[in-house]
């Protein structure tokens, strides 16, 4: 019996994490790509494959899901999706303060290694019948700008562009992926602990990330991953390239 196929990136920690357990309490057939290997429970039904791996240096990455995905017969997947989920913030501070080397790994992470899998990903499953999806979780940040952000803003900034272009493409084709960039909302992480843990003469917004936590306006990774993968169920995934699951009816 065919399942349906996911590829999960930052899978490890935090939202990641939570939307594989999710995954495979779904039944779904996960391949998890982080820099650490996933240890959950699989319960009946579903498949774990843990892949370890720096989306620092996806070229040999891309090659590899490919292939990976070549290896497949059409037929075994009832639906393939692939999330984008792995993101970095560098050291929170004006840019001229950065380091060139953390500035490039922020980058790499959060947007030619979505550009690189996307195109892996696409071009493997291209003839598939099954239905074919990339969700790749932006921020609200990509589209409102945060002073001592620069490089994360740019990152989410771009991955919503890169929907918008790929869509397109893909909505020439007969069978098309469909492709949204979506803002998942506020949600308590390792990413809010930094924004709100850091040095407030580099980064002025501290303070609101500290409030909104304080406040008890943080979604769990639990939470916000329900909602995320409420929103790629939904039947009208991809109309709107570019969503925020705090928009959604």
Not at 54 to 60: E, G, N, R
Not at 92 to 115: F, K, M, T, Y
Request: charge should be neutral; aromatic fraction near 4%.
């Amino acid at each position: 019996m065919s399942q349906p196929l996911t590829i999960l990136t930052g899978a490890s920690r935090g939202l990641g994490r939570a939307l594989a357990g999710q995954l495979l309490r779904r039944g779904h057939r996960l391949l998890a790509i982080s820099r650490t290997a996933l240890d959950l429970p699989v319960p009946a039904g579903a498949n774990l494959e843990s892949w370890r791996a720096d989306l620092a240096d996806a070229v040999p990455l891309a090659g590899q899901l490919g292939a990976w995905l070549r290896g497949f017969e059409p037929g075994q997947v009832a639906s393939v999706t692939l999330i984008h989920n792995a993101g970095v913030v560098s050291r929170l501070a004006p840019l001229s303060a950065g380091d060139a080397s953390d500035l490039a790994q922020a980058l790499r992470v959060g947007l030619e290694a979505p550009v690189l899998l996307t195109a892996a990903f696409l071009r493997a499953t291209e003839d598939w019948p099954a239905p074919r999806k990339v969700l790749m979780v932006s921020s609200g940040l990509g589209r409102r700008a945060l002073a001592g952000g620069a490089s994360y803003c740019a990152a989410k900034a771009g991955m919503d562009h890169l929907a918008r272009a790929v869509a397109l493409e893909e909505a020439a084709k007969p069978q098309g992926a469909r492709i949204v960039s979506l803002a998942p909302g506020v949600i308590d992480t390792d990413m809010q602990r930094q924004l709100r843990g850091a040095d407030a003469t580099l980064f002025p917004e501290r303070e609101r990330f500290a409030t909104m936590h304080a406040e008890g306006r943080l979604d769990t990774p639990e939470a916000a991953a329900s909602k995320l993968l409420a929103y790629l169920d939904r039947a009208d995934f991809g109309v709107q390239p570019v969503a925020d699951v705090r928009d959604a009816a």
